[in-house]
């Protein structure tokens, strides 16, 4: 692996560990504005929102041991990770995609078990 690449590798993955949470959304379509909005409603929650290749968060989750994910890998996957309020998070991103139209969820991980759409929405309607 190239230098750049084991570097960013290294990087990414100092920040999710620290997250117990992560969430993988579909972010084709989104303009610059509604990034910068979608980022600036999870900081409210201390969350972050990042774009990152597919083959480097299967390298991820390989490193952190994850429960493999690779079927939500395919497209664009932005990430949204950190903060204490998960379901504070899965509200904003579900309220946003419903508003946009845009950044469909494809999954997550919670505390090292996989979350589907589904179980998000679930999570989602439960009390901050």
Not at 30 to 36: D, G, I, K, Q, R
Not at 54 to 61: D, V
Not at 82 to 95: D, E, Q, R
């Given at each position: 692996?190239?230098?750049?690449?084991t570097?960013?590798?290294?990087?990414?993955?100092?920040?999710?560990?620290?997250?117990?949470?992560?969430?993988?959304?579909d972010?084709?379509?989104?303009?610059?504005?509604?990034?910068?909005?979608?980022r600036?409603?999870?900081?409210?929650?201390?969350?972050?929102?990042?774009?990152?290749?597919?083959?480097?968060?299967?390298?991820?989750?390989?490193q952190?041991e994850?429960?493999?994910f690779?079927q939500?890998?395919?497209?664009?996957?932005?990430?949204?990770?950190?903060?204490?309020?998960?379901?504070?998070?899965?509200?904003?991103?579900?309220?946003?995609a419903?508003?946009?139209?845009?950044?469909?969820?494809?999954?997550?991980?919670?505390?090292?078990q996989?979350y589907d759409?589904?179980a998000?929405?679930?999570?989602s309607?439960?009390?901050?």
């Amino acid at each position: 692996m190239r230098i750049e690449k084991t570097f960013l590798l290294n990087e990414v993955s100092n920040k999710v560990k620290e997250s117990n949470f992560l969430y993988l959304v579909d972010f084709n379509r989104l303009t610059v504005s509604e990034t910068a909005e979608l980022r600036k409603a999870l900081a409210a929650e201390g969350a972050q929102f990042h774009v990152v290749q597919n083959t480097l968060l299967r390298k991820i989750g390989e490193q952190l041991e994850w429960p493999s994910f690779t079927q939500w890998l395919t497209g664009q996957t932005g990430v949204v990770f950190g903060g204490n309020n998960p379901s504070g998070v899965a509200k904003i991103l579900l309220k946003f995609a419903k508003d946009n139209e845009k950044l469909p969820t494809k999954g997550g991980l919670m505390d090292g078990q996989l979350y589907d759409v589904a179980a998000l929405e679930a999570l989602s309607k439960l009390p901050d």
